[in-house]
């Protein structure tokens, strides 16, 4: 596939993630082994002390990773999250959430790939979380990723 072709195939299964659209998620970029996911901190998404819910750092943060996993993944192959860690290292809180996954080694069946999200102020960026991933390659799922 060209870069353009992962690059489409990757926004397509991105517009059928249901909790992305619910978050107001937004695919900002995909590049070969790299997608950046950011979104716009609102009452709806926030935990009792107005900070973006871990919960939704951690889903943009498991999403860019798997969409960076997939992004390098041949056609007709899908990915699932295996297993993921996160460490939330200060309150998301911001103009804008930001999470950049990037693809650290594709294997034919498993990937390992990493989230920084950062938090957006006036231009300024502040490192909250940080994920790391195993994803699975799944055939005959393309285009889906957990």
């Known amino acids: 596939m060209t870069p353009e072709e992962q690059q ?3 926004r397509a299964s991105f517009a059928k993630q249901g909790l992305m659209a619910t978050l107001g998620a937004r695919l900002d ?3 070969p082994g790299l997608v950046e996911i950011a979104l ?3 009452p709806a998404i926030s935990q009792q002390h107005g900070f973006v ?3 939704a750092v951690s889903a943009i943060a498991d999403s860019a990773a798997g969409y960076a996993a997939l992004s390098l993944m041949p056609a007709g192959t ?3 999250t295996a297993e993921f860690k996160i460490n939330l290292l200060a309150p998301a809180a911001g103009d804008r959430i930001l999470a950049r996954g990037r693809v650290v ?3 034919r069946t498993l990937t390992l790939a990493q989230s920084e999200v950062f938090a957006e102020t006036n231009g300024q960026e502040k490192l909250v ?3 790391t991933a195993t994803l699975m390659a799944v ?3 393309d285009g889906i990723s957990d």
Do not use: D, I, N, Y
């Open 78 to 80: 899908g990915v699932l």
């Open 8 to 10: 489409q195939r990757v």
């Open 105 to 107: 080694k594709a294997g």
């Open 53 to 55: 819910h871990a919960g």
């Open 29 to 31: 970029s995909v590049s």
């Open 139 to 141: 055939e005959g799922r």
């Open 129 to 131: 979380a940080f994920l």
């Open 40 to 42: 716009s901190p609102q």
